[in-house]
């Protein structure tokens, strides 16, 4: 049964690389069994290169680790995050596992296990053009929620909970995820599964590619 699951993920993380542009993120919030919660941003290395070449104009890497913690450093710059209106939220040491399809995992801090209430703004590809990230939130005894960040909603969702799922505090359009970031999704939850499994979230053991400055 675990072959056949680790099969299915491989093939959802090809199609989802296939499907991967540069103007298309998934941003995961991922609750673990012991109630830790994981971060997960994904995208394209050629969108991870174009925002570190526009942020760090002046201190080009020369390494793909310092272009790792560059990619770590932006995150946490752009990537903001909070819970029942408290932002006492901190990312951990982030991991990157490089690759045409670029992952950033980060344990997250802070999180209160009684959720009311979610306010997420993800600028990290905000210089490319009609960039568009789908937020999936995975909390234990929720279903599913998947949202989409774009440049109609600046980037931000405001969510409450109602019952056992979140919802956005004024409903419009750009809560509608497409097939395409769908696909995107289900592939990047394989590949999330996937990483959680062969501890990558630690910082060891990690692929590195080579990088053209």
Do not use: C
Not at 81 to 90: G, K, P
Not at 193 to 207: A, E, Q, V, W, Y
């Amino acid at each position: 049964m675990k072959k056949f699951i680790l099969i299915v993920a491989v093939f959802l993380m090809s199609l989802g690389m296939k499907a991967h542009q540069a103007d298309i993120s998934t941003t995961m919030l991922m609750e673990k069994e012991n109630g830790t919660w994981v971060l997960q941003i994904s995208s394209s290395l050629t969108a991870f290169q174009h925002e570190i070449r526009t942020h760090f104009a002046e201190t080009p890497y020369e390494t793909p680790e310092e272009f790792q913690q560059m990619v770590i450093e932006h995150i946490k710059n752009n990537f903001h995050l909070s819970f029942n209106d408290s932002q006492n939220i901190t990312l951990g040491n982030g991991a990157v596992r490089l690759g045409h399809e670029t992952k950033v995992v980060f344990q997250v801090f802070g999180i209160p296990s009684d959720i009311k209430s979610a306010w997420v703004k993800n600028t990290v590809f905000d210089d490319i053009h009609k960039s568009q990230s789908a937020l999936v939130l995975l909390k234990e005894g929720f279903s599913k929620e998947q949202f989409v960040l774009n440049d109609a909603n600046n980037h931000t969702v405001e969510l409450q909970v109602n019952g056992n799922e979140f919802a956005e505090v004024e409903e419009n359009n750009t809560s509608l995820i497409s097939a395409g970031l769908l696909l995107i999704v289900i592939a990047g939850i394989a590949a999330l599964l996937l990483l959680m499994n062969s501890r990558l979230i630690k910082n060891s053991g990690l692929t590195v590619v080579s990088l053209k400055n």
